[in-house]
């Protein structure tokens, strides 16, 4: 019997998938849950027995929420990446370590395969198959969903057949947690028109009273809120999360272009990461040159797009890495925010490194780094050009 891994989250797909490998393909199923940070004790023991349940060969948790931060969360944050400006990556930035991790797997325990539940109209299967390809190009890519060509229904009346007991209901909607985000797609976001109901919502909102909250950045990286230090920005990203949560902040639908050359709507709720990408942002336009800001947006868009894509294995994503992390030397700072029912205010920042500095001026209103005359030579200077090509023109068109 070929030993096959199994990305394995225990939704519906990959439910469906661990039944069908074992009972219909005659594997030798390793189902290997890869934690990003989104699932609870209770709810990954809830998982692990769920998957002894379908008689598979084994079931294993790899947890790499640390190497997803170092590796790829360090750098979204650095560039403020938020795709079509709405989008925190929330699950393509995961699914690229989910499919480095299983890869490495399959190796050490020489499978013969590798499978995943990915439909044949979204991005994860493209992303999936790109890394299996690049690191474990000699061992077989099988995805059930994609080649039957499976609705959620028909695999619900799958595994009712085969006497799984889940809650179906629920099922309807396809949830991926992880620590930078929890994405959910259902009927609503199948067309155009239609926003997700309350109950779909994986953090439902408890929280109804302002609150503001103080985060602070050590080099770019969160490092302390409202005044407790973190050792490991892991644990800074959940704690605000937990705060942050049951607001309802974080919610929304993205619009995007997929891989694949189609358009696709998935709601998203990522308290934590929007929070955290504008409190940097913020940061940045005080301690940042504009030249500065400038080549860093157009590099971290790049970098964005590319690893949504798949393209984390690309040698050009490491030297932007180096580039992001570069321009974090003095990202340091408290930035406040007031959080409310689903939205937050930025209130402002300190800084040490503030280059709004009141000592050099103060601006519409006094300066106290040069002098008026300094001014009318430097406009004439730098509009020299411009005036030269008006009079030139003028006078040929006379």
Avoid at 136 to 157: A, F, H
Wanted: aromatic fraction near 10%; include cysteine.
């Amino acid at each position: 019997m070929q030993k096959i891994v199994l990305a394995y989250s225990g939704g519906l797909d990959t439910t469906f998938c661990a039944l069908h490998l074992s009972k219909d393909l005659g594997y030798e199923v390793h189902a290997v849950l890869v934690n990003t940070g989104g699932f609870s004790e209770e709810e990954l023991k809830s998982i692990e027995s769920r998957a002894k349940s379908l008689g598979i060969a084994s079931f294993t948790i790899l947890d790499v929420v640390d190497t997803y931060y170092q590796q790829v969360l360090k750098y979204l944050t650095f560039g403020n990446v938020l795709k079509n400006g709405t989008y925190p990556l929330s699950v393509s930035a995961e699914r690229i370590l989910q499919a480095k991790s299983l890869a490495d797997y399959a190796k050490s325990i020489g499978a013969k395969a590798v499978a995943h539940g990915s439909t044949g109209a979204g991005n994860d299967q493209v992303r999936f198959d790109m890394i299996f390809q690049t690191i474990i190009p000699d061992i077989e890519i099988i995805t059930p969903i994609r080649d039957l060509k499976l609705s959620r229904q028909e695999e619900i009346e799958y595994l009712k057949k085969h006497g799984v007991e889940m809650n179906f209901e629920k099922a309807a909607y396809s949830i991926n947690k992880g620590i930078w985000g929890t994405s959910v797609g259902g009927k609503e976001t199948l067309s155009s028109l239609g926003y997700l109901p309350e109950e779909a919502w994986p953090t439902q909102i408890t929280e109804k009273e302002a609150k503001e909250v103080k985060l602070t950045f050590v080099q770019g990286e969160l490092k302390g809120i409202d005044n407790e230090v973190f050792d490991n920005p892991v644990e800074a990203i959940q704690k605000l999360q937990e705060i942050a949560g049951p607001f309802g902040i974080g919610r929304d639908i993205h619009v995007g272009d997929t891989i694949i050359g189609i358009k696709g709507r998935v709601g998203f709720e990522a308290a934590a990461p929007i929070i955290i990408i504008k409190a940097h942002q913020l940061l940045e336009k005080h301690t940042l040159t504009k030249w500065q800001l400038f080549w860093k947006n157009q590099q971290a868009e790049f970098y964005g797009n590319h690893l949504h894509e798949g393209h984390y294995l690309d040698p050009v994503m490491r030297n932007l890495e180096a580039f992001l992390q570069s321009t974090q030397e003095f990202v340091s700072g408290d930035v406040f925010v007031r959080l409310d029912v689903k939205h937050f205010t930025l209130l402002g920042i300190a800084s040490a490194h503030d280059l709004m500095a009141s000592k050099f001026g103060s601006y519409g209103e006094m300066n106290k780094g040069y002098t008026a005359e300094d001014v009318k030579g430097f406009t004439r200077i730098l509009g020299n050009q411009t005036a030269i090509f008006h009079q030139v023109n003028q006078q040929e068109n006379d």
